[in-house]
C-alpha cells in the first residue's frame, strides 16, 4: 500500500466537489428535515454523496480523498449540529479503513464502488449513538417504528450502491 501525497489541484478539485455536494445534499434536506423516522435522512443523503463521493474518488484515487471530503462536507455541517460533523468526520475514516484493508488502493473500480456505497449506511450507527447521548433518549425513542427504519436502513444501502454506479458512469465522462 502506498500512501500519495495530495497536490493542490486535488484539494481543489475536492474542495469545489465539496461545495457543489454540499449544495445538492442541501437541495434534499428540507424535504426530510422535520421527519423523526430513524432513518430518512440517511437514505436521503446516500443519492448525492455516493454520486459525488464516486466521481471524487475517479478523479483523486488516494487514501484520504473520503476524508478530505467529509471534513470539508464536517466543518460547514457544525454549523448547523456537532452530529452532522462527527458523522462526516468518522465515517469517512472507517470507509477508508475498511476499503485499504481489502483493496490496498482506490486503483480498483470494486474498491471506488465499495467506499462510496459504505460511506453513509457508516453514518447511521454515528447519528443513533449521538442522538441518545445528546438527546438523553433511549433506543426505543429514537427508533419509534422498527420496521420502517430498518426498511428504510437497507434502503440507505441500495440508494448508496446504485448511487455510486451512477456516479462511476458520470466519472467516465468528465
Not at 462510496?116 to 427508533?143: A, K, N, Q, W
Amino acid at each position: 500500500m502506498k500512501f500519495e501525497k495530495f497536490t493542490v489541484k486535488d484539494i481543489i478539485f475536492l474542495a469545489i466537489l465539496s461545495a457543489v455536494l454540499m449544495l445538492a445534499a442541501g437541495a434534499t434536506m428540507p424535504l426530510v428535515m422535520y421527519n423523526k423516522l430513524f432513518g430518512i435522512r440517511n437514505i436521503a443523503s446516500a443519492l448525492v454523496y455516493g454520486l459525488f463521493c464516486m466521481i471524487g474518488l475517479m478523479k483523486v484515487k488516494k487514501f484520504g480523498t473520503l476524508t478530505i471530503i467529509g471534513l470539508l462536507n464536517g466543518f460547514i455541517l457544525l454549523m448547523m449540529a456537532p452530529i452532522m460533523f462527527w458523522n462526516m468526520a468518522l465515517a469517512p475514516i472507517v470507509t477508508e479503513l475498511i476499503t485499504f484493508a481489502i483493496f490496498k488502493s482506490y486503483e480498483s473500480d470494486k474498491a471506488k464502488v465499495l467506499a462510496s456505497t459504505l460511506l453513509i449506511p457508516l453514518t447511521i450507527p454515528v447519528t443513533l449513538v449521538f442522538t441518545m447521548l445528546l438527546h438523553g433518549m433511549t433506543f426505543s425513542e429514537v427508533v419509534t417504528n422498527p420496521t420502517a427504519s430498518i426498511a428504510l436502513c437497507i434502503g440507505t444501502v441500495v440508494i448508496s450502491y446504485i448511487s455510486s454506479k451512477l456516479g462511476q458512469k458520470l466519472g467516465i465522462e468528465l
